[in-house]
């Protein structure tokens, strides 16, 4: 096997048994620790603490460690947060958080050095394009990385289904299940059985060694290429400082085109974070129990990926508009029917539905948002996607925030509010671009989008 090779696959597969880990207990954090809302407070610490370190930290730590111990780095700061869960307080799981979201920039910056500079090497020695090559491994990464979503969340699963204690949840304690909740504080009240310590136990070590297969994969299979420090330093001693980064992500504000997509792109972090803090939470847990959110997000996970494949391919034949467009129709029923909908154990199709539909739409805003960016700012795509980054995760930070704070219903309406101030203001956008380009056709160029639609998913 080509060296180089068996390097992207080292990679790919130690991403995968990292973000087994971490996507299962992300889907898990808002009911498996309700109690005063730490689970969703500590993913908007998480994400918050995410948007400084990305602005500064990756090329420090990649010019200090090279590619490959910054990575194995990074991957020990998830198998603290895995460590925190086992005994989730204020004072163990807000800390980990922090340690995770510091880690989490330098390990995806990282990842996407080492495969640019492998590529590189590779095409000079094979006489090849260096694009080419550098696609090629991308792809090769995403295909294998892809799937982490639903083998996180199919042993979350597998293992709380063997619960003893399942209780059936009467009609009363359902009636508080949904969009109009009737919990009094973010405890579980509605009756369903909480999986045991001893499960709980069980699916963490299972996620820590998950983690810690990572690192010794990392750690004992990727060779540390030749070129990677010589030319990462060099990159690095290009790279502008903190203070140049950071005034260029602002001073791109002037540009009115990038104000009137901060609300298209905190609407991404906004209805990612309700799904996986809210949706799991107030409509499964509540209505079917904890051992059912690992299969509903597997359904999100799989179609997501599908309709990203699907709509990157058919986006040079229908257009950008047209996407938004079938995304903004899709949310919006979605919104209205869990307004709605009364969650009953006798539907349980419907509870893979909204997911699945979920999914679909969710693809569309993650290929084509990062696509617009790419065609707008072309001149400019470093601070264009520093923004892209920056308003995401603050979308993120503010779903998860007053996730605990509001019932289920208030939280719809504010999502379908910042839905269609996000269409008004993108329509404004195209109108823009229209007027100063008449004769340029509004098909979406095709664009290497999927590194970076990942690494907003941490």
């Not at 495969?115 to 260096?130: P, V």
């Not at 001073?251 to 901060?262: G, M, V």
């Not at 520093?386 to 208030?410: H, P």
Request: glycine fraction near 8%; charged fraction near 10%; aromatic fraction near 14%.
């Amino acid at each position: 096997m080509d060296r180089n090779l068996k390097n992207v696959l080292v990679i790919s597969f130690g991403f995968l048994l990292l973000f087994t880990a971490y996507g299962g207990l992300q889907s898990l954090q808002s009911s498996l620790h309700s109690e005063e809302g730490l689970g969703v407070a500590s993913l908007s610490v998480l994400y918050a603490v995410l948007i400084l370190s990305s602005m500064f930290l990756p090329p420090i730590l990649i010019k200090k460690l090279g590619c490959k111990w910054t990575m194995a780095g990074s991957m020990c700061c998830y198998i603290a947060f895995s460590l925190g869960n086992f005994y989730a307080s204020w004072y163990t799981l807000i800390p980990t958080s922090v340690i995770l979201g510091l880690g989490g920039a330098p390990l995806w910056s990282a990842k996407c050095t080492y495969l640019t500079i492998a590529g590189n090497a590779y095409a000079e020695k094979a006489g090849k394009n260096g694009k080419d090559i550098i696609n090629q491994y991308f792809g090769v990464f995403f295909l294998i990385f892809q799937s982490s979503g639903i083998w996180g969340n199919l042993i979350s699963s597998l293992i709380f289904s063997q619960a003893s204690n399942k209780v059936e949840i009467s009609e009363e304690n359902l009636a508080c299940c949904g969009a109009y909740d009737c919990m009094t504080d973010t405890t579980n009240t509605t009756g369903s059985a909480e999986p045991s310590n001893c499960l709980i136990y069980t699916l963490l070590g299972i996620y820590t060694a998950s983690g810690v297969l990572a690192v010794l994969l990392i750690v004992v299979f990727l060779d540390q290429i030749k070129s990677d420090q010589a030319e990462t330093e060099k990159e690095i001693l290009e790279t502008p400082s903190f203070w140049s980064t950071f005034l260029a992500t602002f001073q791109h504000l002037k540009d009115k085109r990038q104000c009137l997509l901060i609300p298209l792109t905190m609407y991404s972090g906004f209805e990612q974070g309700f799904l996986s803090g809210d949706y799991t939470k107030t409509y499964v847990t509540c209505a079917l129990g904890i051992h059912y959110v690992g299969y509903v997000m597997i359904c999100f996970s799989a179609v997501n990926s599908l309709c990203s494949l699907l709509f990157g391919r058919i986006s040079q034949f229908t257009g950008r508009k047209l996407l938004f467009a079938l995304a903004t129709v899709t949310n919006t029923a979605c919104i209205i029917a869990l307004l709605l909908w009364k969650p009953h154990p006798k539907q349980l199709a419907v509870f893979f539905i909204f997911p699945a539909l979920w999914g679909l739409s969710d693809a569309i805003w993650q290929t084509q948002t990062n696509g617009l960016y790419g065609i707008l700012f072309e001149k400019h795509k470093e601070a264009a996607f520093a923004n892209y980054r920056l308003w995401e995760s603050f979308g993120f930070v503010i779903a998860f925030g007053y996730s605990t704070k509001l019932q289920a219903y208030i939280k719809l309406y504010i999502l379908l509010s910042v839905l269609v101030l996000s269409m008004v203001t993108y329509g404004v956008v195209e109108y823009l671009e229209a007027k100063s380009s008449p004769g340029t056709p509004t098909a979406t160029k095709k664009e290497n989008v999927g590194p970076l639609t990942q690494e907003t998913h941490m």
